[in-house]
């Protein structure tokens, strides 16, 4: 057990270099296993989510070797089974990428239901949908496992998905990119790490147009050769020291960005009062001497603002000039975080999707939680302006999803560190 220690007050500055996007990697990994040769990807996060999906494909028979902290070699040519379903796979949602895969390659999958971060009801009916479509059967085994199967190729067809779902999107990517014709995929999600996985596909030999439009058309193709692959940067970490510079008021280059994939963050920093700049390959945000004011933000499917950036702009709201409303269209339930927030002294109210939250109300340090993944980072934030001394625990929902966090920031000049809880403290406060 382990927890961060963050001693407020201190003003971030200086430059960060962002890594490679979590959500684009957690996708690409499991696409190696349609390939037909050894890939070797790049800019890969050093984060357990990554360490996990690795190594649920090295179950399942793949050769994977670690080149160097950011780079993984992957053979997938010894996998020889499509059953997914030991308790590593029910540790990480997008282990539900295993289905598209292996039903891309074998024709079938079995694979243990997802996990997560818990925002309420999450639901993988239309990725179901798209696959039965396809020509998959699938049952739900024992309410734990999803079972996938066909005697013959994936047959494309025209999937019209009832909600802009990512995980679905990509997931018949995965199903279509080796099936028997066409696959018109309409309201498709258009994320940048959609286009990541279908520049990463197409590089392997594979059909796929129109990814980043609500409309992707997949020829399926027999053969996908091996490449060297470099994944994009992580948008939701770039948002994340983004709105944590903000919020110290501090002055930061971030670097290693696509500013195209940030505009929705940097609009809602510039209406605030944030000075951002835009470069080829990194942005400055300068919040010093800035008198920040209050905003109404509403997230939505890309471009819309990102709702994996919702909890981290909560933080950062709580130190503005006004009362902003904060509506979150995508999940039903994430706004867990904010209990935590009001123990640190915050005010937000909370009814259903809507947060309203006052600023300028000023934060103490306070035993917190990591409730999931963003909604930690959205506690950090808040200890980084907080008066006093804050202990975030839980963080193994942080590390799913930043590389090197408590370093990163420290060189930005936060005083954070990683402290070791023993397990009988640890059970005193869980
Ligand atoms: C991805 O989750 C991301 N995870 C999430 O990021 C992110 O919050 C989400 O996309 C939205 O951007 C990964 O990429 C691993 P969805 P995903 O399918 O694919 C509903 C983070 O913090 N829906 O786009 O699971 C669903 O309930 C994580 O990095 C259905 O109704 O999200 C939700 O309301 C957390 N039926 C909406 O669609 C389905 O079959 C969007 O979900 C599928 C989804």
Redesign the pocket.
Known sequence: MEKYIINGGNVLNGEVTVSGA??AA??IIPATILCDEPCRIENIPNISDVTLIAKILQNLGAKVTRVNKSTLDIDPRPINTYCAVDDSVRGM??SYYLLGALIGRFNNARVAMPG??N?G???????LKGFAALGAECELLNGAIVDAHSDRRMQGTSIYLD??????TINLMLAAVKAEGQTIIENA?K?P?IVDLANFLNSMGASIRGAGTDVIKIRGVDYLHGITYSIIPDQ?EAGTYMAAVAATRGKLLVKNVTPKHLESITAKLREIGVYVEEYDEAVLVDATERRLRRCNLKTM?HPGF???CQPQFVALLTTVEGTSIVTEN???NRYQYVRELLLMGAHISVESRVAIVDGQVPLHGAPVKATD??GGAALIIAGLVASGTTELSSIHYVER?YEEIVEKLRALGADIKKQYVPEDEAAVTA
């Open positions: 979590k959500n957690v996708a949602r997008a997560g971060c925002f009801v999450r639901p993988i009916d239309q990725h909600t802009v779902s990512v995980g679905t999600a994320e790490h939701i499917p990102p709702t994996d995508v999940w039903d993944l963003r999803g």
